[in-house]
């Protein structure tokens, strides 16, 4: 069964770049890989989703390997306001059942 | 644009009884989907609505159900309520369906005693 996983937790120092990872080895052609985040006492929101190629919006950047086996999240520089909990979700292309990661709850240090 | 409202925020209910959770999308999305956020099992995915029609669903026990209106307000339905059903609701709602952007709700707070 397709699978992600997810480091539990990464920290950064403000304004400096962030790289969060996920791994979908179990990934397969046509599944589109989301990211969402979810702040304290708030629901997810979307940050970004690609398939094959990378991706950038405002938000951040999606760097998708080659393979596709796993995928990296790049917020370009960490702002108080991104400590957040990040998830890697799956959509699989041929049931649409999502796949969520476990997240990686991301600290960032003045 | 309005975002994704849930009602009601917070619940208590007892074992053994029902609940209705409420959704309503953003304007012009036709997807509504829904999620149980858990601390021991994360977010796991409930079903999808399109179009009033259930086209995706999760791994849960038929007691947990819905359905969508016309206007593509959402409901959902817990009958039989266990403890372990305690847990944040989600609601979230897309134009054309999970592959695309979702856009979540502050989710509803159902607490079984």
């Known amino acids: 069964d397709a699978k992600t996983t997810q480091p539990n937790s990464m920290e950064s120092n403000e304004e400096e770049p962030v790289h969060l990872p996920c791994n979908h080895s179990t990934i397969s052609g046509t599944d589109y890989i989301h990211w969402y985040r979810q702040l304290p006492s708030q629901g997810p929101e979307y940050v970004i989703h690609?398939?094959?190629s990378n991706v950038n919006n405002r938000m951040a950047s999606l760097a998708i390997a080659e393979d596709r086996k796993s995928s990296t999240l790049i917020l370009h520089r960490a702002t108080l306001r991104d400590a957040a909990v990040y998830y890697c979700?799956?959509?699989?292309?041929?049931?649409?059942?999502?796949?969520f990661g476990t997240g990686t709850r991301l600290q960032v240090f003045p | 644009k309005a975002g994704v409202t849930q009602t009601p925020r917070y619940l208590i209910k007892t074992r053994g009884q029902q609940v209705t959770l409420s959704c309503s999308p953003i304007?012009?999305?036709?997807?509504v989907s829904w999620y149980q956020q858990t601390p021991g099992q994360g977010l796991q995915f409930l079903f999808e609505?399109?179009?009033?029609?259930?086209?995706n669903k999760g791994n849960f026990p038929g007691r947990f159900s819905g359905r969508q209106f016309s206007n593509s307000r959402s409901e959902m339905n817990v009958s039989t309520l266990e403890l372990g059903d305690s847990a944040l609701y989600l609601c979230?709602?897309?134009?054309?369906?999970?592959?695309?952007?979702?856009?979540f709700g502050p989710g509803t707070r159902l607490t079984v005693t």
């Open positions: 979230a709602s897309s134009l054309e369906g999970l592959r695309y952007e979702q856009y």
């Open positions: 304007s012009g999305h036709r997807s």
């Open positions: 690609g398939l094959t």
């Open positions: 609505y399109f179009s009033e029609t259930q086209r």
């Open positions: 979700i799956l959509v699989l292309y041929n049931t649409d059942k999502l796949i």
